[in-house]
């Protein structure tokens, strides 16, 4: 049953930004959907195809742009250049190594003392731009490339 939830959820997030539901954009979305992935389009292709999912790699480019543009998902550049794309909807920001080009996500719920409303308000305010949301990223190293 919790499959058929999952299903229902994205049939109704592609609806709600009037896209029609295929089974390329949804497997692409249940992927994405996760803390801590950032895949590159190829990685996806790769993951989806060790998942047993019969796709092409030109689907998998042709639907990250269309989700994209749809705002289902995030496309963002990693310190080495290649761009990744992230579909995790709780409210995070990105930690980037920019050594070895790790990106994790950080729940803003675990910072609490960090409220990033006030600071898109205020740039609202001050530059008069309609602004919708915001993308935070802290660069810095990892754990791994710190030793």
């Not at 919790?2 to 954009?25: D, F, I, Q, S």
């Not at 742009?65 to 579909?87: A, C, M, N, Q, S």
């Not at 920019?98 to 740039?123: H, I, M, R």
Request: net charge positive; proline share 5%.
């Amino acid at each position: 049953m919790p499959r058929m939830r999952e299903k229902e959820n994205y049939r109704a997030r592609l609806k709600a930004v009037g896209l029609r539901h295929t089974l390329p954009r949804e497997r692409i979305l249940s992927y994405l959907d996760r803390k801590n992935v950032h895949p590159t389009p190829e990685e996806l292709y790769n993951g989806l195809k060790k998942r047993g999912y019969d796709i092409g790699l030109s689907t998998v480019y042709l639907n990250l742009h269309v989700l994209r543009e749809h705002g289902l998902i995030y496309e963002f550049r990693d310190p080495k250049g290649l761009t990744r794309y992230d579909g995790y909807t709780e409210p995070h920001v990105h930690l980037v190594c920019t050594s070895c080009g790790k990106v994790e996500d950080l729940l803003l719920k675990n910072l609490p003392e960090l409220d990033l409303s006030q600071a898109q308000k205020a740039a609202a305010e001050k530059s008069g731009w309609a602004l919708e949301n915001f993308r935070l990223e802290f660069r810095g190293l990892c754990p791994n490339c710190q030793e």
